[in-house]
């Protein structure tokens, strides 16, 4: 089973700063298989970027995904106020077929 | 526009049972792969099973995570454009927001709003 870890668990940064989200998975994923997504309160979650670094329509271009093999990361830049949330990555392809990371929780400082 | 509405979360006992629906709109439904996920503060997002499409090489198989494997059936009504997670002997950790989703390839295109379902005695 893979296992994702996502940190920090809460980053405090804000509006115009650039933030940095970590997705660790226990072991290799493709990078065709590894996605984000976005929740706001009250919200479903929201896809924002697919096959590691595809943002998904309508994602702002300050929306950017990298990394391969276990180190995925989310780049947000020039934080926007709608931009505070709780992200998530998500892989395809080991038991469970699809599993999600914890969470991490991009609060106003 | 893809819709998704979910729909029959409700209370109830341990060991009782649960149809949850979702109505689907937008996009061809008979050619979607589509999934059920919940969550939970505790657990996070779950994955719970997914159906593919009713073609012949397709054939709406599904598959389930193992915690619901054998009380949790999926189906579809193609002819009603509706999702369906049949849920039986619920246990209190199946208390859980509960949403339907449009599998998109490896990961889940669409989300529903939805559902809340809380077992209780």
């Known amino acids: 089973e893979i296992v994702l870890t996502q940190s920090p668990g809460t980053l405090s940064l804000s509006p115009g700063e650039r933030a940095t989200l970590s997705c660790r998975a226990s072991q290799s994923v493709s990078s065709s298989y590894l996605a984000w997504y976005q929740q706001k309160p009250g919200q479903a979650p929201r896809l924002l970027i697919y096959g590691a670094s595809s943002r998904a329509t309508g994602i702002p271009d300050r929306f950017s995904g990298s990394g391969s093999g276990t180190d995925f990361t989310l780049t947000i830049n020039r934080l926007e106020p709608e931009d505070f949330a709780v992200y998530y990555c998500?892989?395809?392809?080991?038991?469970?077929?699809?599993?999600f990371g914890q969470g991490t929780k991009l609060e106003i400082k | 526009e893809v819709q998704l509405a979910e729909s029959g979360g409700d209370l109830v006992k341990p060991g009782g049972s649960l149809r949850l629906s979702c109505a689907a709109s937008g996009f061809t439904f008979t050619n979607a792969w589509m999934s059920w996920v919940r969550q939970t503060p505790g657990r996070g997002l779950e994955w719970l099973g997914r159906?593919?499409?009713?073609?012949?090489?397709?054939?709406?198989?599904?598959d389930y995570a193992a915690p619901v494997k054998g009380r949790f059936t999926i189906s579809r009504d193609d002819s009603k454009n509706t999702l369906y997670l049949q849920m039986n002997n619920l246990k209190s950790e199946d208390s859980a927001v509960y949403y339907c989703?449009?599998?998109?390839?490896?990961?889940?295109?669409?989300w529903g709003q939805g559902t809340l379902v809380t077992v209780s005695s």
């Open positions: 159906i593919k499409t009713k073609t012949k090489n397709d054939g709406g198989t599904t």
């Open positions: 998500q892989q395809y392809g080991s038991s469970p077929l699809y599993s």
């Open positions: 989703t449009l599998l998109r390839a490896y990961n889940f295109g669409a």
